[in-house]
């Protein structure tokens, strides 16, 4: 056996370690989603003495007249605009900053970084004046708009990141399309959007997973229960000053956390790869 | 050809952008101007799900009856409540009518001038002849009244009747001592279960002690004034735990959440906790201890009696911004007193204020729930509101929670004497209000 494969033993076993450290708190949830509610956190078993599977059919009934699959149809529905308008916008302005000459381009770009460090909760109370102003309040406009702006939720990492893909990029591509007559945008179009799937990807992902687990935006701009996403309808039945059932609502958890987990399954592979050919991380 | 493709592209992202703005259309529903459009009001609440199901049945009922009003509810958790309430309060954006955590945000809102003065519909709209001024108080500051509050609730001694039958001691009566109270302390201490969940680290507790005793912990000019009390409290707290009343301090630091306690577990007879927390307990209590809960007065209530708070809790208040002010107050008062609205709403924010509502309700309570309404009947009887609560909360009641706390376990684990943590509270309490004021 020689050191490297040894330091592979050693490596996994390190790894195994610390991810069943992080997968614990999932795994709790999960097996506390099918444990009566009155076992959560009174005995210290870890095991339920009986499975409830009574908690996911608590869970999927209406509250409020509305049910778990309503806020879930929702947050796809929005998620379908928001992941859109992110990939248009934050694909358009990266491929600008990355290849088309303007003026001042230096300076736009490190006020873009800049804005990177600037925390969305400090923009809160003027976002809000302003798109109540414009009486978006009470739907998703807030959320879409936004990002067809590239201006949404990790808006500016996303620029950042297309960019960054996107120099990477072998100039010469665009030199020969422009020969054989290409103007700018085809370039956009044929050259650089086939070529940068991966970090689009990446980028879709993010935007999917940040958007699913927004709950300060989501909760300061909708009002009606009709129109809660998934982290919304989640903690609409949590009271903590009062008692609750425990069991329901970790198994409305359990199931709200699927999509999420899937979609990062499945992407798991252009999404390290997005990440590494950009040279970031995060 | 190439050039209409790319063309053709663009178009399809422009109608993709503008299908997504037209989807949602605008969010707003547009105000009902003319007189034939009944009037919309909106009304915001936090609870549970039995809340949420009991509150929208009873606007429901409201609507049916009052055809030219429509209310737009909008029910929540209790987490991110108040931050989105601050957010539409400081835009001009709130409900027409809201439910407040009083003890938490009165104090600030008032001052900063952000809440309405209910007091016109008083008496023409909004009938408060059933509720005592007492409770009616908590929906004030500073001699304004800003909201009614709806549920009732106060501190109160619940105790498992199992321990107590094991051990042989007679169960807690409302006119207990603090003597009667050690001495069945000693009694079960004996048994080897521990007689009470130890009060002298938890804020809740110690200020009905400390009112209890005739002091305040802040007087109205923000002077920390309890420092005899609390040295008191945290004495009186050594000795239970030498006698085996209390758990020892290493054991009540890590077992001290309403989920997780000594009572709770069926370790402890005794607790000191909000009257309305009963049914809780009573359904939690672990295994072979379920449905033994009882509630008393606390100890020493029958020689002071006006020294116990009752809290009139989650009052509903009326926006500020809002421009529908008397629909807003006809759901109010539908709300606190309609009959048929209480008999929706049973308990589902406390015991009702009303003492119509908590007639009309007696006749199919749980027997547990009947305990929660006698002992809260008896505390509106023996009860005063407590001003000095109110300025407590001023500059986070959470510090000063945690002052009294810390200070307290270090007299648990020895580290110094009552005395001497007691003055080191105050002078640290003392300078937390400094600073916030």
């Known amino acids: ?282 | 050809m190439k050039k209409n493709n790319s063309v053709r592209i663009g178009l399809i992202l422009i109608a993709l952008f503008i299908s997504s703005v037209s989807a949602f259309g605008t969010g707003v529903d547009e105000a009902a101007d003319d007189q034939s459009k009944p009037v919309q009001i909106r009304f915001a609440w936090w609870g549970s799900e039995g809340r949420h199901d009991a509150t929208l049945a009873a606007v429901d009922r409201f609507m049916e009856k009052y055809p030219s009003i429509v209310v737009k509810t909008e029910p929540q958790g209790w987490g991110g409540f108040h931050d989105k309430l601050a957010t539409q309060i400081s835009t001009g954006n709130e409900p027409d009518v809201f439910q407040f955590a009083n003890d938490k945000y009165m104090a600030d809102y008032a001052e900063a001038g952000m809440l309405y003065d209910i007091s016109d519909f008083i008496g023409s709209i909004i009938d408060t002849d059933s509720i005592d001024k007492g409770t009616l108080g908590w929906g004030s500051f500073n001699g304004t009244l800003y909201g009614i509050p709806t549920g009732m609730n106060g501190q109160t001694l619940l105790y498992n009747k199992k321990i107590f039958d094991e051990a042989g001691a007679a169960y807690p009566e409302d006119s207990w001592t603090w003597d009667d109270y050690e001495a069945a302390g000693i009694k079960i201490a004996a048994t080897g279960k521990y007689a009470a969940v130890d009060f002298s680290t938890q804020l809740d507790y110690v200020s009905v002690l400390i009112y209890q005793m005739g002091g305040v912990i802040v007087d109205n000019n923000l002077q920390v004034v309890c420092l005899k009390e609390l040295t008191k409290i945290y004495e009186m707290a050594e000795r239970f735990r030498a006698e085996g009343i209390f758990p020892p301090m290493e054991e009540t630091v890590v077992h001290n959440t309403q989920q997780d306690n000594y009572f709770v577990l069926g370790e402890a007879a005794m607790k000191f906790d909000w009257a309305a927390t009963a049914p809780m307990f009573n359904t939690s209590l672990v295994d072979g201890n379920l449905g033994s809960i009882g509630i008393a007065m606390m100890p020493g209530s029958s020689e002071k009696p006006a020294s116990v708070t009752s809290l009139g809790s989650m009052p509903l208040l009326i926006g500020r911004n809002s421009e529908h002010k008397e629909e807003a107050a006809t759901l109010i008062n539908f709300l606190i007193n309609d009959p048929e609205a209480a008999a929706i709403l049973k308990t589902v924010r406390g015991v009702p204020v009303s003492s119509k509502a908590r007639t009309s309700l007696r006749s199919n309570l749980s027997e547990v729930d009947a305990m929660v309404f006698d002992a809260v009947d008896k505390l509106s009887a023996i009860s005063l509101p407590a001003p000095a609560k109110y300025r407590v909360t001023r500059g986070g009641a959470a510090n000063l929670g945690t002052i009294i706390q810390t200070e307290g376990e270090k007299v648990g684990f020895g580290q110094k004497t009552p005395a001497e943590a007691a003055a080191d509270a105050v002078e640290q309490m003392q300078s937390m209000i400094d600073k916030a004021n």
């Open chain 1, 1 to 282: 056996m020689d050191s490297a494969t040894r330091f592979n033993k050693y490596h996994h076993i390190y790894l195994t370690l610390i991810g069943v450290i992080m997968v614990y708190p999932i795994l709790w949830m999960v097996i506390a989603s099918l444990t009566p509610s009155h076992e959560i956190f009174l005995t210290g078993r870890f095991l339920p003495s009986t499975i409830q599977w009574s908690n996911y059919t608590e869970a999927l009934s209406a509250k409020a007249n509305y049910s778990l699959l309503d806020f879930l149809l929702n947050t796809f529905i929005l998620e379908f605009f928001v992941i859109s308008g992110t990939i248009i916008s934050t694909s358009l302005v990266g491929f600008g900053f990355a290849r088309v000459p303007f003026p001042f381009k230096k300076i736009l770009f490190t006020i873009l970084i800049g804005s990177l460090l600037l925390p969305q909760t400090i923009t809160l109370i003027p976002r809000y004046i302003l798109f109540s102003k414009l009486k978006w309040i009470n739907s998703y406009l807030p959320f879409v708009i936004p990002s067809f702006l590239a201006s949404g939720i990790g808006g500016t990492f996303f620029i950042f990141l297309v960019n960054q893909f996107i120099r990477s990029i072998p100039l010469e591509l665009d030199d020969s399309a422009m020969i054989d007559g290409c103007s700018r945008f085809q370039i956009y179009l044929k050259i650089i959007l086939p070529l940068s799937k991966t970090v689009l990807i990446t980028v879709a992902l993010f935007s999917f997973i940040w958007t699913w687990d927004d709950f300060q935006n989501q909760l300061i701009f909708i009002n009606d229960v009709a129109k809660f996403t998934i982290s919304l309808g989640l903690r609409m039945t949590i009271d903590t000053t009062e008692l609750m059932s425990w069991g329901p609502i970790l198994a409305a958890c359990s199931i709200a956390l699927l999509p999420s987990l899937s979609v990062f399954l499945m992407a798991q592979k252009y999404f390290v790869e997005g990440i590494a050919t950009t040279g970031i991380k995060r």
